[in-house]
């Protein structure tokens, strides 16, 4: 059974810093893409940043520069280092794993964690 495990949400002024963690299970970590996604309620679902089993990366324009999306392969982990945070970052964050990237909408065909909220104040 997949599951996935978030932590490392807050609070915290505009400037600041968090790390999230995605703790992954029930599926081949090394062979997998992950990624994570944030949603205002009543906003669209926004792709924040991916991570292939290569160790490739993808950030989305609104966080490039800031944020770093890395994974440890021997502790089946994900982690979204958050610098500079900006009120804009204000979201539930989720952790991902799957194969259709949207840039706008959760894919219907991914697993899901169940989120950690992230509070960037001015």
């Known amino acids: 059974q997949v599951q996935l495990m978030e932590s490392g949400g807050g609070s915290v002024q505009a400037g600041g810093s968090l790390t999230l963690s995605c703790a992954a299970s029930?599926?081949?970590?090394?062979?997998?893409?992950m990624g994570w996604y944030r949603q205002v309620p009543g906003n669209e679902c926004e792709l924040v940043s991916t991570i292939s089993s290569d160790d490739n990366t993808y950030y989305s324009d609104s966080v490039k520069g800031r944020f770093v999306i890395s994974q440890d392969n021997a502790n089946n982990t994900v982690y979204l280092q958050m610098n500079s945070l900006k009120p804009e970052d204000t979201a539930m964050y989720y952790c991902?794993?799957?194969?259709?990237?949207?840039?706008?909408?959760?894919?219907?065909?991914?697993?899901w964690g169940r989120g950690t909220e992230v509070t960037v104040s001015s």
């Open positions: 991902s794993v799957g194969s259709e990237w949207l840039r706008f909408e959760c894919p219907r065909t991914h697993w």
């Open positions: 029930g599926f081949s970590f090394d062979d997998a893409d």
